[in-house]
């Protein structure tokens, strides 16, 4: 923070000050409470402090409050203080640019302008024509990541959705009593409208029994609702293999996001 304001309280006084130089004979100190957000009490003993400084004069601490002239120099010399602060920071706000990035289809130099779409979850920036496109901010080799900036346009993306097969807790016979044959036909049909699941999240330990048992490998296994909703975000199809009433933090992260899902037993 800027010189002028490092003391404790001073922007309070800057703000009074501020407020009493405009010669509102009816200012209260409940308006200037209202209006700086403070309370009353805070008011009057900041008028107080003020008035002690001879930066405002009024008749018992009351108002009507009159600035005096040495008061007018300091909300000056304040105000020209938070005026070079607020030009330092707008100066370096217009300097900064927001930063994405990507990965580089081919190899693209400094100031191209890039399409931008998405492929498997994954940002994409090549030389042709997208609804979305980006200026390359540094050389990238083709495969390696490029920053980008100056997004504009709509990326290409739809919503993937996710499938929930519910399977039993070992209490209910665990791996033993799961339909395997049901788990292992839903992953190799896909989803609903028959698209392949580009990832599989597994939650308990009978839900990794299953999918050692099955030969399928898996993608999500930590904080997999979250996970999973931020996958399908993304574009992606998860099959979620999930133990007992763990599917139930799985519906409710999919229905907070508005994530397309269904949920299918996998018991015998």
């Known amino acids: 923070m800027m010189k002028a304001f490092k003391k404790r309280g001073a922007l309070t006084h800057f703000q009074i000050l501020s407020e009493i ?43 009507p409050y009159k600035i005096t002239q040495s008061g007018i120099d300091k909300v000056k010399k304040d105000a020209i203080s938070l005026r070079k602060y607020s030009d330092s920071v707008l100066e370096t706000m217009n300097h900064y640019k927001t930063i994405w990035p990507a990965i580089a289809k081919e190899e693209l130099k400094k100031d191209d302008i890039v399409g931008l779409y998405m492929d498997d979850g994954v940002l994409y920036a090549h030389k042709k024509e997208e609804n979305a496109t980006g200026i390359v901010l540094d050389d990238a080799e083709e495969n390696m990541d490029v920053s980008l900036t100056n997004l504009t346009g709509i990326i290409d993306m739809k919503v993937g959705e996710v499938t929930v097969i519910n399977v039993p807790t070992i209490k209910d016979g665990g791996s033993k ?27 308990g330990t009978v839900s990794r029994a299953v999918t050692n048992k099955l030969g ?27 133990v007992g009433d763990m599917s139930k933090a799985f519906t409710r992260e999919l229905e907070s996001e508005k994530i397309k899902y269904n949920i299918i037993d996998g018991a015998l």
């Open 177 to 203: 009593k799961c339909d395997l044959d049901l788990i292992k036909n839903v992953y190799e049909k896909g989803t609903n409208n028959n698209e392949i699941f580009n990832k599989v999240a597994v939650a």
């Open 216 to 242: 399928i490998s898996i993608d999500i296994e930590y904080a997999a609702p979250q996970a999973s909703a931020n996958a399908a975000r993304k574009g992606l199809n998860v099959l979620a293999i999930v």
């Open 21 to 63: 130089s405009k010669q509102d004979p009816h200012l209260k100190q409940k308006d200037l409470a209202k209006k700086l957000g403070i309370t009353i009490q805070a008011v009057s003993e900041n008028i107080k402090t003020l008035t002690e400084l001879g930066y405002i004069t009024s008749k018992d601490g009351r108002s």
